[in-house]
């Protein structure tokens, strides 16, 4: 989900200094809006390869609800999943593709477009486990779905604020984004746009740049592209525009919501209970699940399992940051439009979807060979990390009153519990050996000097592993 509140951004150069079809039997009409294993992982992500390979390239494509509809009378309801894929990032007409929907002229805004606090203190989360893991001598940040650029734009300012801790270590850019048109405002944001555009599809790296700080930049289409090596991974209101299966309980057991054309008007589009189990419903509903309704990402399950395997075997840690729940949850998908909440099976394509991210899933599919944090609010994330403080030193800075007066207003909408502070979440995927005590004299860690404790973790101190 997204900020309705609208704010206005800051200048981050005025303040820079930095210490079934229709009637088909057997399905029932969901009335109102709704209220795992690792193999199961492996299938999904077979499924989803194949999803992600279905184009529609080279038609005209009608709009993105008679593309729906057709889809739908040809093959009967589809599921919520394929739906919000086709709807975001279909790759002719995604609201993703086509769009760039952020900030107070769009239809939602997000921490790093209110604040250029919270990518700074980002920067300092990244440094401080670069550090911790011994300063490799390369360091590769990893952002999944970077938006508008913005927070890989103030983590890189505070890069070369931090060059000398940084101690000459081979620092490189690399931004995993689907839409065209968003990689094309990043490249405006981090390059002044001198890049340089791969004309051919089959080239995983499709754009290239220079940072101003003077980084390498690349830009890929799938976390796999990404070469391998120590990486902070940064995902920051990814994991919930991915798509999501919805279940319902029922009493014949467990039953997948779909996609389906209203009979009553075929223009409008409706939800129905699939009558029969379906491969999703039999794979990723846990036993012992105790909900009436479930929502699962096991795209998500697959990209965390990803980010899992890097880490064990190249060293690093993730942040991901969403809105999110602890397997808790029901009903969350919604669509948001102009800052509003948009019915999410209306005007598809013009409004974006999003779903809270079930943190408890990430962390069972993330594994053993990982050490999980969080989730934690982003108000306790942030003050950890130093807000206040930050604040005081802007402030002090500043003597503009409008600048000042924008710079409180947007930490309390970060900070405050009634507006972004208590519902956004901030989890972490570690490698177990960062957090591991020494042991016994010769077992000591790859990049640890025997005897010496774990470094806390910056903005998690506070929290005891899960
Ligand atoms: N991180 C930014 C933007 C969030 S919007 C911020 O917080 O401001 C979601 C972002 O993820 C967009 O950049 C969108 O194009 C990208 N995205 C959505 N689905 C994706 C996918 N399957 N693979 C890669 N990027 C995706």
New binding site residues.
Partial sequence: MRTLLKVVSISRTSVRSFTPAQGAKGFSVLECRLGYTQKAVGIWAVVLSRHCSTSVEGRTEPSMLRHLTSKITATGPITVAEYMREV??NPVSGY??KND??GADGDFI????ISQIFGELVGVWCVSEWMAAGKPKALQLV??????G??TSDILRVFRQLQSALNGAAVSVHL????PK?SQVQAKCLTGEHTQVCVSDEEVVYRTGTSHTGLPIAWY??IEDVPKGFSIFL????FD??PIHKFQRTEKGWREVMVDIDPEEPEKLRFVVFPAPTLASTTLIQADEKREHVEVCP?GGVIVQKLANRIVEDGGAALITDYGHDGTKMDTFRGFRGHKLHDVLLAPGTA?LTADVDFSYLRRIAGDDVVCLGPITQRTFLKNMGIDTRLQVLLRNCHDASTRAQLIQSYDMLTNPEKMGQRFQFFSLLSRSRLAEPQEEGEGLKRRKKGRAPLPVAGFSELGLQ
């Fill in positions: 975001l990032t993703y593709v929907m952020l997000t921490s790093p477009e952002e999944l779905g970077p938006g508008r913005s927070l995993v984004e689907v839409s968003l289409r799938r995902a920051h209101e990814f525009a991915l795209e974006d």
